[in-house]
């Protein structure tokens, strides 16, 4: 399970950007997360990803509390989460090529013979050419760059997924060729997806269950 | 509608750009089409496709490796042919109003929105005198539903629809016969969507006279509120038909379009198959032949818009209506 108990997070502890907050996901569900723009839905999926330490509440990763965040955390729990970003731009490394990329967190975690057959793995999956894959950043299009994102995030085989409105900047095909490549992972894997986002429609059509953010938030915390 | 003349008549219409080593992208190859007024068209294709582009060419804002072709005519004035001087003069917020497509980088970021809009009342109209500015400030605000207590906060202090309509308010200045809209509800949430569209739709049942070129990749905007659609492919317009029928029963003709349609979370949510090609190093014949199902060997020479769509094996046109040049 991926279970954040009442959390409270926010980038000032005196104003933090919600309370209270519970979600879980089990292994191998698929949990929407809709809310609109500014709601605190991003950040929740940050504290989800290990990515930013709550003010107060507990993570649970597989039964076990998260006591480590960002690079504190030990490696097993960190690469246990794949994080896929809505501003693929913003989340790549404008100097790599997008094979290297993709490869980057096995150079991280000391896999780096593992790469060349990993990145051509993914390359098919996500659908990038061996000429993208030599590109950098700013040669490709968002919707290539994102996909490059996407494959970087399942390169450590994750057990959970958090996609952050992963495809809010993409046309209608590039999205729908990006779910199918995360459900064909989920499919292989097993693995949890807590997908945030604003697009009830695709939400509702990706996932298993899709929570409001209004009904996660208890009444008393929402006055601002 | 069709016998008011056009408030843009765009012909053949192309854009190359040079690259280092004789290299040649073709980002946009002869385009046609008219906006009337009244009319609402939108221009849709996936990322990359040239859309941008086109909308640069209209504004003058190609970079200086760009070449163009073809003409594109606003009244008597042939945008591709305007100097700079021109464009600054006469067209940016005077004939063409923008509205851009991510308004917080658009906005200056050190100046209130009342600052943003007082200036450009007053270079772009008649209007002098602190309180006539301060009125007309106002006024402009509200007319894009900007509202009036928000108008002394600088742009990082409003939410992305504040943000929208600000921008809106100053695209509307200058009361301009066309607006053009580049992807002005990207990263937006669907309520504000569909306000920000309903929003521009309005001020063009409004004028009467004004004409709407929404540049969009989100299918729903585009059907909440056109009139007609043109869809690009790789750098060409690969259909333009009426918006009622695309989206409804009649449905789009061109592959393409079908592709774009059926990816849709409430229709089939099914990928087009394959990337969009290069527009460095597009095929000689269709360029949607490698992605698409009908694809046969007539593909390989390049089919030319036809009624309105350009294929060789178009879907069948169900009502009598649809023309076949």
């Excluded at chain 1, 490059?148 to 992963?166: H, I, K, S, T, Y």
Aim: hydrophobic content about 45%.
């Amino acid at each position: 399970m991926l279970e954040l108990r009442s959390i409270t997070a926010g980038y000032d502890r005196k104003v933090p950007v919600f309370r209270d907050v519970s979600l879980s996901v089990a292994p191998g569900q698929a949990v929407g997360l809709l809310g609109p723009s500014g709601c605190g839905k991003s950040t929740l999926a940050r504290v989800a990803a290990l990515l930013h330490r709550p003010d107060s509440g507990t993570l649970l990763l597989d039964g076990t509390p998260v006591r480590r965040w960002r690079h504190r955390a030990p490696r097993d729990r960190r690469t246990a989460v794949g994080v896929v970003f809505q501003q693929a731009r913003l989340s790549a490394d404008p100097r790599l090529t997008l094979a290297d990329l993709v490869a980057e967190p096995l150079r991280a975690t000391g896999r780096r013979e593992e790469a060349a057959g990993r990145v051509a793995e993914l390359a098919g999956a996500v659908g990038l050419t061996t000429d993208l894959l030599t590109r950098r950043p700013h040669e490709v299009s968002d919707g290539q760059l994102q996909r490059a994102c996407l494959a970087r995030a399942l390169v450590l085989r994750p057990r959970w997924l958090v996609c952050d409105e992963m495809t809010a900047m993409l046309d209608a095909s590039t999205t729908a060729a990006l779910v199918r490549v995360v459900e064909d992972y989920r499919a292989a894997t097993g693995a949890g997806l807590l997908a945030v986002g604003h697009d009830r429609v695709l939400l509702d059509r990706w996932c298993d269950r899709t929570v409001e953010w209004a009904s996660l938030v208890p009444p008393a915390a929402t006055t601002s | 509608m069709t016998e008011r003349a056009p408030v843009l008549s765009v012909r053949g219409l192309s854009v190359r750009f040079l690259m280092p080593g004789g290299h040649r992208v073709a980002a946009v190859t002869d385009a046609h089409f008219d906006v009337a007024p009244g009319e609402c068209l939108a221009l849709i294709g996936e990322s990359g496709c040239g859309k941008s582009v086109l909308a640069s060419a209209l504004l003058g804002l190609l970079p200086g490796n760009a070449q163009t072709a073809g003409r594109a005519l606003l009244g008597d004035l042939d945008l591709l042919d305007a100097d700079e001087r021109t464009f600054a003069r006469t067209v940016r917020g005077r004939l063409i109003g923008l509205v851009p497509q991510s308004p917080a980088a658009h906005l200056t970021p050190v100046r209130t929105i009342r600052a943003h809009l007082e200036e450009t009342v007053a270079e772009l109209t008649e209007v002098r005198g602190r309180t006539a500015l301060r009125e007309a400030a106002e006024a402009a605000a509200g007319r894009a539903a900007f509202p009036v207590t928000h108008l002394d906060r600088h742009p990082h202090e409003l939410s992305g629809g504040l943000a929208q309509r600000a921008a809106t308010a100053l695209a509307l200045v200058g009361d301009a016969p066309l607006l053009l809209a580049d992807e002005p509800t990207t990263g937006l949430d669907r309520d504000l969507v569909d306000r920000t569209v309903d929003e521009l739709r309005r001020h063009v049942d409004q004028g009467g006279s004004r004409a709407l070129l929404m540049i969009t990749h989100d299918l729903a905007a585009a059907e909440r509120i056109a009139d007609r659609v043109a869809v690009m492919y790789a750098g060409r317009i690969v259909e333009l038909a009426d918006a009622a029928a695309f989206f409804g029963a009649a449905g789009p003709r061109h592959p393409y379009s079908r592709g774009l349609l059926d990816a849709l979370p409430d229709r089939a949510f099914a990928p087009i198959p394959g990337l969009p090609p290069e527009l460095g190093a597009l095929p000689e014949g269709c360029a949607f032949a490698a992605r698409c199902d009908r694809a046969s060997d007539a593909c390989a020479a390049l089919p030319p818009l036809r009624g309105t769509v350009a294929c060789h094996h178009p879907h069948a046109v169900l009502t009598e209506a649809a023309d076949r040049a």
